[in-house]
């Protein structure tokens, strides 16, 4: 039995998938809500960011987070959570945090929340509103394992062709 190139590299990948994640979050049942808000024990607030679905995002639009920056801590508030374009069986979606007067980098930031733990974060500067208050987006692009295993892999053609930059 012959193994393609593309079987290989797709068990390859779920292997390494599963080698990655804690054993815990793969087989816990430590959901606090239907809705995807771990539980509030401190080892649920050190899972991954994945735990967290848009509904339980929505359901903290208004609320405060603490941005843990290296200039000190800054207050942002959740003030929009929108959908952007997905897989079908994945999810895609955008969110605005407003706060700080003073305008952060794009980076990584630890971000903390009464009710959702703590989590790292993207965060992209968005200029400040008509008040002086910073703005920042978030984009999360989640896959569903289907759609990670059915994506084709990229194909390399070989041209006999000689390229317009090809050596005379």
């Known amino acids: 039995m012959s193994t393609t190139r593309r079987k290989f590299l797709k068990a390859s990948m779920l292997g390494a998938v599963f080698a990655v994640a804690p054993i815990k979050s793969v087989f816990s049942q430590s959901w606090k809500e239907s809705d995807g808000n771990p539980g509030d024990a401190l080892a649920a607030q050190n899972e991954v960011l994945s735990n967290y679905s848009k509904a339980a995002f929505k359901s903290h639009v208004n609320s405060i987070f603490e941005l843990q920056a290296a200039s000190g801590t800054v207050e942002v508030t959740l003030i929009q ?9 994945g999810e ?77």
Do not use: M
């Open 92 to 168: 895609c979606f955008s969110l605005l945090f407003r706060g700080g007067r003073r305008e952060l980098r794009q980076d990584t930031y630890t971000l903390k929340h009464a009710s959702l733990g703590t989590f790292a974060l993207l965060l992209v500067p968005t200029g400040a509103d008509r008040n002086g208050a910073q703005g920042y987006l978030a984009t999360i692009n989640r896959l569903s394992f289907g759609d990670v295993l059915n994506n084709p892999a990229p194909s390399r053609t070989i041209s006999n062709k000689p390229s317009r930059h090809a050596e005379p």
């Open 81 to 89: 959570v929108d959908d952007l374009p997905s897989t079908r069986n």
